[in-house]
Nanobody
Framework: QVQLVESGGGLVQPGGSLRLSCAAS????????MIWYSQVPGKQRELVAA???????NYAESVKGRFTIIRDNAKNTVYLQMNSLKLEDTAVYYC???????WGQGTQVTVSS
């Protein structure tokens, strides 16, 4: 049974940092294309960052240079290091294993002064 459990969200001031975690069970993240998405109410989920099985990464233009996706195969966990946070980064963040029909509960990130 697949589970992806996101955590690490919270309330942070503009310019601050957060580190989101996605702990996986039932799959080996090393064998999947892993993606972080964000979603705000009324809008579709948007790709924020992704990492391939070989370790290549890609990012949405809006987060390049600020966010880093990290995969720890030993812990079967994917992280999203979020630096220099902006008001517009406020969203619920989900991790996703491409091809797996499962979405976790997400973790809320709120950037506010």
């Amino acid at each position: 049974q697949v589970q992806l459990v996101e955590s690490g969200g919270g309330l942070v001031q503009p310019g601050g940092s957060l580190r989101l975690s996605c702990a996986a069970s039932g799959i080996l993240i090393s064998t999947y294309y892993m993606i972080w998405y964000s979603q705000v109410p009324g809008k579709q989920r948007e790709l924020v960052a992704a990492i391939t099985r070989s370790g290549s990464t890609n990012y949405a233009e809006s987060v390049k240079g600020r966010f880093t996706i990290i995969r720890d195969n030993a812990k079967n966990t994917v992280y999203l290091q979020m630096n220099s946070l902006k008001l517009e980064d406020t969203a619920v963040y989900y991790c996703y294993a491409a091809g797996v029909d499962y979405w976790g509960q997400g973790t809320q990130v709120t950037v506010s002064s």
